[in-house]
């Protein structure tokens, strides 16, 4: 079974800090990536994702993410975070063209705190 | 557009009794899909749905059941709560397949079982 790992569960840093969240997954074929947002008392609201094409993904709100195939990752990054980037953000990956039901798998999550 | 919509936000059950969580979506998605979130354990599925009158289970099916005779609905039943059900509850839905597979969520039922 493929799996998700993100490195870090808690990060904190102050505003105007970069954030670099790491994502590693497992499975060895054709992958489709994602990097979810948690807002405190929030849904899930996708950031950005990857399905083919350049490498560099950029998502919404300054944020953008690197797939790297040979290291099975696909980090997230923001050269300068605010205090309203203060959330929980979640990797998630679809393993394969068919992966029955288009499943997600998703990593534990890494809590960000952005102090003012 | 509403997006996909779940009833009850919160929900404080005793063990041994039962509930529905609602799920309804109105993007006409074929795919729907019920996670629990427990803290620092991501989003673990239940069970997904690939098109009305089909279902099937993920990581984490024991204790719940699903149906799917509409595009739109997608509940989940717990038939005898117990405290390890106590966590969040999200639904999702997506269009399809490729690029379509972007799912959208709901904004959680946070269940308490006691």
């Known amino acids: 079974a493929q799996s998700v790992s993100q490195h870090n569960h808690h990060v904190i840093l102050s505003e105007a800090a970069s954030l670099e969240l790491g994502c590693n997954y497992s499975?060895?074929?054709?992958?489709?990536l994602f990097w979810y947002v948690q807002y405190p008392g929030q849904h899930l609201q996708l950031l950005l994702k990857?399905?083919?094409?350049?490498?560099l993904v950029k998502g919404i709100k300054g944020f953008e993410a690197e797939f790297i195939k040979s290291k099975f990752s696909f980090n997230l990054r923001k050269p300068s975070v605010q205090w309203s980037d203060t959330a929980e953000y979640f990797c998630a990956v679809k393993g394969g063209l068919r992966a029955a039901g288009n499943k997600l798998t998703f990593g534990g999550g890494t809590r960000v705190l952005v102090k003012p | 557009n509403a997006g996909v919509t779940q009833t009850p936000k919160f929900r404080i059950l005793k063990i041994g009794q039962s509930m529905t969580l609602q799920c309804t979506q109105d993007m006409n998605h074929n795919y729907m899909y019920w996670y629990r979130q427990d803290p620092g354990m991501g989003l673990k599925l239940i069970y997904y749905s690939v098109g009305a009158g089909i279902t099937d289970k993920g990581e984490v099916p024991n204790g719940y059941n699903v149906s799917r005779s509409t595009t739109e609905d997608f509940p989940l039943r717990l038939e005898l709560a117990a405290p390890s059900q106590t966590s969040v509850y999200f639904c999702?839905?997506?269009?399809?397949?490729?690029?379509?597979?972007?799912?959208?969520f709901g904004a959680g039922t946070r269940l308490s079982v006691l």
């Open positions: 990857y399905f083919s094409g350049d490498p």
């Open positions: 499975y060895g074929g054709t992958v489709n």
């Open positions: 999702a839905s997506s269009l399809g397949t490729g690029r379509q597979n972007i799912q959208y």
